[in-house]
């Protein structure tokens, strides 16, 4: 993650801050529902965002940062021009957006793909971890790309398990910059 340029663009994210890559099932309308699970980052949901898709994403959503997916650059720029300040794409879309690239630092702590729901202290003990080797402030704890094909309700209890975990690691890393002498 680079703060610099997340904050350059406007973007405010917590340490850790959670995110899922990749669509999500169903239909595009996941921004509130990312919310209430607990996610940081918010999005449509959709394969491949469209303008719409987005700007009706951040319209429920107003006051969460808002991801895009674009297949290509192409698509990153009419999203960029629609004020999609957060995109998800293999290329890169251009200097006006914070470009959710291959090679972020990221801890994969949900799997997309896997109809198993993880357990939040594992994924807690997993980012925490990671978070030791380097800044923690420059990790995005993600779920992969995947969900898309997996139920509704077990993507939904996935991203929960991901939203918790990532609130316990922030406590245990907090508890332990406070208590060093």
Known sequence: MRRTELERHGIQVPVLATIALGSLPGPPNWADRLVRLGMDVVASGALADTPETWA???????????K??????DAGAALIA???RLVECATDPGPDAYWLR????VVIAV??????VEDPSV?????VEAAWEGSAAAL??????GLEALPIAIVEAKLAAL???????RLVLAKEQFGRD
Not at 102 to 105: K, L, M, N, Q, Y
Not at 123 to 127: H, K
Not at 163 to 168: C, D, F, K, L
């Open 140 to 145: 995005w704890v993600v779920a992969s790309p």
């Open 163 to 169: 939203a918790e975990a990532a609130v316990s690691a």
């Open 56 to 66: 009706a994403a951040r319209t429920a959503v107003p006051f969460r940062p808002v």
């Open 102 to 105: 291959p090679g972020e630092r």
């Open 111 to 116: 799997a997309g793909g896997c109809a198993t």
């Open 68 to 73: 895009g997916i674009a297949p290509d650059a």
């Open 123 to 127: 994924i807690a003990r997993q980012v």
């Open 82 to 84: 629609t004020g999609c």
